[in-house]
């Protein structure tokens, strides 16, 4: 499936003043960033970074990466906390999670996918996975709620960071968040994609 990100970007650029009457304000768009698996919101950072100095107001959410159903739910609440439009960017795992969402419940403008996953209904996101090659290698932990898993730090590097420098990247391998399995094990139950612009 290819998605373009015209209409996003439409919505962005349309957005010519963030200052002025509240009905302005109300309508320019607030941008929820969902960062991966092995990452956190900091990951973000330069994009919150230009997109502030343009006058956006930007969540950069925390993903807990526990599982798709409990993600989603966690994105959820977040969501239900802020008034007025919003624009929801996923990437990667991050992408699974915005289509998920439940798009009658919020006022969502349009989904970005930026290098991210975008199931079918009934898809998980280890089959998608499962589509590329060479395989990420893993080392499982068993913790009180399954297991998780992480990127072996002596291959982080050149399996996920590969276009940052050696130190900044060895630097995140030594702090990536792990992700459950149940990330890549629970099927996506909606397709938000479908009915928004994306």
């Known amino acids: 499936m290819r998605i373009s990100p015209t209409p996003v970007m439409t919505v962005i650029e349309d957005s010519t003043s963030l200052s002025g009457t509240s009905d302005a304000d109300r309508s320019t768009p607030t941008i929820v960033l969902v960062h991966g698996a092995w990452a956190d919101s900091s990951s ?29 739910a966690y994105l959820s609440s977040h969501l239900a906390a802020i008034d007025g439009p919003i624009v929801l960017v996923g990437h990667s795992y991050g992408g699974a ?31 998608l996975a499962a589509q590329s090659t060479p395989a990420l290698p893993l080392v499982p932990v068993q913790v009180p709620d399954g297991t998780e898993v992480t990127i072996d730090q002596t291959a982080f590097a050149a399996a996920f960071a590969g276009d940052l420098d050696q130190n900044t990247a060895a630097n995140l391998a030594v702090a ?18 479908r009915t928004l612009p994306s």
């Open 176 to 193: 990536q968040r792990p992700a459950n399995v149940k990330a890549v094990s629970e099927p996506s139950v909606n397709e938000a994609f």
């Open 44 to 72: 973000w950072s330069p994009v919150v970074e230009q997109l502030r100095g343009d006058g956006y107001d930007i969540r950069s959410i925390a993903n807990p990466l526990q599982g798709l159903d409990a993600d989603t």
């Open 97 to 127: 999670v915005i289509s998920n969402i439940d798009t009658s419940a919020f006022d969502i403008r349009s989904l970005v996918y930026i290098a991210a996953f975008i199931p079918l209904k009934d898809e998980t996101v280890g089959q």
